[in-house]
């Protein structure tokens, strides 16, 4: 599987953004998919989840502002961030893993065998 991340941008705090990732390659449907991000000078944490079957959990920073879907059919995740802030601002990661190795890979970016090349957004006060 290949992931191309894309839709960052610059936005000012309180709007909105919404990421996409593209994969291609094998059929997405048992592959579980993450978005992660990197601050500048800080280390990659995790943003959210979504399942192969479409649940999602997401990380306390960004609950209630972010939401994960897909469309198995186009191969695609995406990330609508709303209610966005200065700290939000980062390089947003994409990345997957099929379910056959692990059923949930969750938020250890050590289980996603697969990643996208990132996308910057940045977010102004």
């Known amino acids: 599987v290949q992931l191309q991340a894309s839709g960052g941008g610059l936005v000012q705090a309180g709007g909105s953004l919404t990421l996409s990732c593209a994969a291609s390659?094998?059929?997405?449907?048992?592959?579980?998919a993450g978005w992660f991000r990197q601050a500048p000078g800080k280390g990659r944490e995790f943003v959210g989840r979504i399942s192969w079957s479409g649940s999602t959990y997401y990380a306390d920073s960004v609950k209630g502002r972010f939401t994960i879907s897909r469309n198995n059919e186009k191969k695609l995740v995406y990330l609508q961030m709303d209610n966005l802030k200065p700290e939000d601002t980062a390089v947003y990661y994409c990345?997957?893993?099929?379910?056959?190795?692990?059923?949930?890979?969750?938020?250890?970016?050590?289980?996603?065998?697969?990643w996208g090349q990132g996308t910057l957004v940045t977010v102004s006060s």
């Open positions: 990345a997957a893993q099929y379910i056959g190795t692990y059923s949930d890979a969750g938020d250890d970016e050590n289980k996603y065998r697969y």
């Open positions: 390659g094998h059929s997405f449907r048992s592959y579980s």
